[in-house]
């Protein structure tokens, strides 16, 4: 390239095409798009954005929620739809030739559409690995044909991708930056307005409807096992949204023996942070209880059907689902899964957790570990790597694996 031809492209607006999914993809777009600007201050990003990422600057052509789903039965009922979202995707997105496309977790809605971009002649970068170290194992070859990067967010994936010769590169997560080392109790109550003596746990059922419609009424229950047998505990329960609030109250109002719950408006890092141990979904949020230095119970449901062919099919590759657990390598905290999922279950781990002062102060040291290891400054990692895939810097400090 010429010289002024390459001072045009520097200063020509950088384009970015993100499709990010659900509450955890919004914070990631979020945390990106910012540490992009410090970069690029003519920065131009569209496509499906979460209220973060429209925050940040993302031009939203539709909602994060949109691609909400999960399980097989129920992207089975939303195919159609997302069928048909992929399409004016793609349509739009050629029309706007983005420098680089950007997939923000959403693998199965993402890396097809990566693909088909890809194809186009647009450079594409899937943002968070799905979990084909786990499960499918066979995907990997469909990520190197979607994909001219793969940025993961925890250490071991990097390394399965250069065993398969996709590049791909450990940028560390977000998350791990956000929250501090030592998480303030005292001062996440006062904010919280949280008074009062007493263990405080916390209840996340997740962010998805789906999902806290399968959660709720387990972990009210839960609540109810708990304050039944020990006097004095206190509960708080963040939503995701209001539509989330809705049907956690519901199921709550439901139970004749439930205690009193409060609920949350969002802050749900805040509420980690308060809290003394928490019931939570099996997703992001066991990552943010892990980093709030907080003992947990992880809960993990999806349809009957859904269960029988990840079990018949033996398609789970791994002996954990939650990310504690998975880092660590070992069950650092308990795991239930489908049936086991009940409130007498979930309370009485609790409570086995909380009592067990050994265990949690091994928990701690572990869970403290892990945060320096994922405290890498990820955003701007990840900002420093999209860059140098559009040609605009020498990139982040490291090499890609496997590339």
């Known amino acids: 390239m010429s010289a002024p031809r390459a001072r045009a492209a520097a200063t020509e607006p950088l384009r970015l095409g993100v499709v990010a999914g659900e509450h955890s993809g919004d914070q990631l ?35 994060a929620e949109e691609l909400a789903v999960m399980g097989l039965t129920e992207v089975l009922w939303h195919l159609p739809r997302l069928l048909r979202l992929r399409a004016a995707l793609i349509r739009r997105l050629r029309a706007a030739r983005p420098h680089v496309f950007i997939g923000i977790d959403a693998p199965e809605f ?25 499960w499918r194992q066979g995907r990997v070859r469909t990520i190197g044909a979607a994909c001219d990067l793969v940025l993961c967010l925890l250490p071991f994936e990097a390394k399965f991708y250069a065993e398969h010769g996709v590049p791909a590169l450990f940028v560390g997560h977000p998350l791990a930056d956000q929250i501090p080392l030592a998480v303030d109790r005292d001062a996440a109550r006062r904010a919280l307005d949280l008074r009062g003596e007493g263990p405080l746990v916390a209840l996340l059922p997740g962010s998805r409807l789906t999902e806290v419609r399968r959660l709720a009424a387990p972990f009210a229950a839960a609540a109810a096992h708990i304050a039944a047998r020990r006097s004095g505990y206190r509960f708080i329960a963040p939503m995701a949204s209001p539509e989330v609030r809705e049907v956690f109250e519901k199921e709550v109002a439901q139970l004749p023996d439930a205690p009193a719950i409060r609920v949350l408006e969002g802050q749900a890092q805040p509420a980690l942070a308060a809290c003394d141990a928490a019931i939570v979904a099996s997703g992001t949020a066991t990552l943010e209880a892990l980093l709030s230095g907080r003992p947990m119970v992880v809960a993990y449901r999806v349809s009957p059907v859904t269960a029988f062919v990840l079990r018949t099919m033996r398609l789970v590759k791994v002996r954990y689902f939650s990310q504690p657990n998975l880092l660590a390598g070992r069950p650092l905290v308990p795991e239930f899964f489908q049936e086991q999922v009940s409130g007498a279950a979930l309370g009485q781990a609790l409570l086995q957790e909380l009592e067990d002062r050994g265990h949690v102060r ?41 590339g």
Not at 32 to 56: Q, T
Not at 375 to 402: E, K, P, Q
């Open 110 to 134: 993402n890396l097809r559409l990566a693909r088909t971009l890809r194809s186009a002649g647009m450079r594409t970068v899937q943002y968070v690995s799905p979990q084909v170290w786990a």
């Open 362 to 402: 091994e928990l701690l040291e572990e869970f403290a570990s892990v945060h320096r290891t994922l405290r890498r400054g990820g955003a701007a990692r990840a900002a420093d790597a999209i860059l140098a895939c559009a040609g605009r810097t020498s990139g982040a400090d490291g090499d890609h694996a496997g």
């Open 29 to 63: 777009g979020a945390a990106l798009i910012a540490a992009l600007r410090e970069r690029v201050p003519n920065l131009s990003c569209f496509g499906v954005a979460g209220p973060k990422m429209i925050a940040a600057g993302c031009e939203a052509w539709w909602g």
